[in-house]
């Protein structure tokens, strides 16, 4: 039974930072692409950030957050990352990590076989 466990969510001011963790388990984590995704109240789901499983892991980042988040997977620790800094009220979402057996469009949530729970990231102003 595939699991992935996000945490590290919480309330932060503006200019602020946080780190994002997704624990997975039951898949071969080292040969998923991993992307976080997030929800703000009344939108739709949007991209964040995605790292491939190559050797030389390939990132790709939403413009909105280029520069100021960054990807990272520890596979010997079956473990996802992001680092979010200088927060924005409008990174306020729920984040999602989600797993992917492809390397293509990997910006796509509809390429993601498996789904985190999310969890609650508010900044304030």
């Known amino acids: 039974q595939v699991q992935l466990v996000e945490s590290g969510g919480g309330l932060v001011q503006a200019g602020g930072s946080l780190r994002l963790s997704c624990a997975a388990s039951g898949l071969a984590f080292s040969r998923y692409t991993m992307g976080w995704f997030r929800q703000a109240p009344g939108k739709e789901r949007e991209f964040v950030a995605a790292?491939?499983?190559?050797?030389?892991?390939?990132?790709i980042y939403a413009d909105s957050v280029k520069g100021r988040f960054t990807i990272s997977r520890d596979n010997a620790k079956n473990t996802l990352y992001l680092q979010m800094n200088s927060l924005k009220p409008e990174d306020t979402a729920v984040y999602y990590c989600?797993?992917?057996?492809?390397?293509?469009?990997?910006?796509?949530?509809?390429?993601?076989?498996?789904w985190g729970q999310g969890t609650q990231v508010t900044v304030s102003s």
């Open positions: 790292i491939n499983w190559k050797w030389i892991s390939t990132t």
């Open positions: 989600a797993a992917s057996r492809t390397q293509s469009a990997i910006s796509r949530s509809t390429v993601y076989d498996y």
